[in-house]
């Protein structure tokens, strides 16, 4: 993968649309993914349990020891096509099992080329198959295989919960949707929010499973906030990803570029206005901010995965835990604050899979513990966790 670390690159730019600079950035996670995942391989292991502590056994010895589960069918999204391929090849390789993948139709070719270097590295073929196609042709023909043991799948709650129905007794690792949200708390650092804010909201044109999508600033600093967005949101270029200038490019498709533009018409005829952006030709939509939305709105709501942010205020901090819990996701949330108390409020209360303080929420290392609550999905990925679900447990007793 190093090697052909450039080549990985430009195909991702080509095929999904981020910018030249992600895509190097996302085949070096890849790496790293592919090599936590061989690491963790060493530190599958079982459990001594100590079975004369019940009454009356006094003879038997017991251990656990962990299995593969067999095939392990991983269907993956668009937006990160090297890398989140990596982070379900890798662990169930890392485990023992054979792997049929399935990439987004709209991105196969870095899960094609990926397929070609485990292969040519020497992994047997019986071990990895790529099939190529529409979900909707030949998903539920591989999710409904009474060979496959164990499903891994990142993309939209309405499709994981399709797998899940067509699936039947398997093992299964949902990664699903979110609307994120980021809290703004009154004794935060204005600007430094402001950019991390665009940095997470508009980073591959708002195509992040964890992007920030709602923002609730402090009623106190909200207007001085709303100002401090502006400059930053403008200064974002879209256009060419190939172009090292550009920070953003296109959409994967034009059909979500409509969307998200029909989604903020509907807020800003409902009261909501725009103060950066807007502005949409084609498959490139221009980074947006959208002022005094109202939580009931759409483009709040809803998954947007697209390049706008939602702006609310609130009064206090339990009104900013309301706001951000009342959604039915729950998959990644972040908070800035300087109070303490606040943060360790937002994490026991915030009902989300993965709490960041003082960052936005859109911040993942590849060997942490990954996965949502509510409709975000069930299961973890992380290398050290993904390795471990995609094995069985076992537990041998010896009868003396």
Request: glycine residues 10%; negative net charge.
């Amino acid at each position: 993968m190093a090697e052909r670390s450039e080549d990985l690159a430009k195909t991702i730019t080509n095929e999904e649309g981020k910018v030249i600079a992600e895509g190097r950035a996302e085949v070096q996670r890849a790496i790293q993914t592919i090599t936590l995942s061989s690491e963790e391989a060493k530190r599958l292991h079982g459990e001594t349990v100590p079975l004369d502590g019940a009454p009356g056994i006094t003879s038997q010895f017991g251990f656990t020891i962990r299995v593969p589960v067999g095939i392990v069918a991983a269907i993956s999204p668009f937006n990160f096509p090297l890398n989140l391929v990596c982070h379900k090849v890798g662990p169930a390789l890392a485990a023992g099992n054979a792997v049929v993948l399935k990439p987004a139709g709209d991105t196969p070719l870095s899960a094609l080329k990926l397929t070609e270097i485990l292969l040519d590295a020497g992994l047997p073929p019986e071990a990895i198959q790529c099939v190529t196609g529409s979900g909707a042709e030949i998903g539920d023909a591989i999710t409904g295989d009474k060979r496959v043991r164990k499903i891994t799948f990142t993309g939209s709650m309405e499709v994981g919960d399709q797998i899940c129905r067509n699936a039947g007794i398997k093992k299964v690792t949902m990664e699903l949707g979110s609307n994120s949200p980021l809290i703004v708390m009154s004794d935060a650092d204005i600007e430094k929010v402001a950019a991390a804010t665009v940095a997470s909201g508009f980073a591959n044109a708002g195509q992040v499973c964890i992007s920030t999508q709602r923002v609730f600033a402090d009623q106190n600093i909200y207007s001085d906030f709303l100002d401090a967005l502006v400059a930053p949101t403008d200064a974002f270029v879209a256009g060419n990803p190939m172009d090292n200038a550009t920070k953003m490019g296109p959409m994967i498709r034009e059909s979500d570029s409509e969307r998200v533009g029909s989604w903020i018409a509907e807020a800003v005829g409902q009261g909501a206005r725009i103060i950066a952006g807007g502005d949409r030709e084609g498959t490139l939509h221009a980074p947006t901010v959208v002022a005094d939305v109202k939580p009931d709105m759409r483009v709040s709501r809803e998954e947007l995965f697209g390049p706008a942010v939602a702006v609310s205020s609130f009064n206090n901090i339990d009104e900013a835990i309301n706001m951000a819990n009342d959604s039915r996701f729950g998959l990644a949330a972040g908070i800035f604050t300087q109070n303490v108390d606040w943060a360790m409020r937002f994490a026991r209360e915030v009902e989300s899979g993965n709490l960041h303080i003082n960052s936005s929420p859109q911040w993942r290392a590849d060997l942490m513990p990954y996965g949502g609550l509510k409709d975000s999905g069930m299961g973890k990925e992380g290398p050290g966790y993904a390795v471990e679900e995609m094995t069985e447990l076992k537990m041998v007793v010896f009868h003396m």
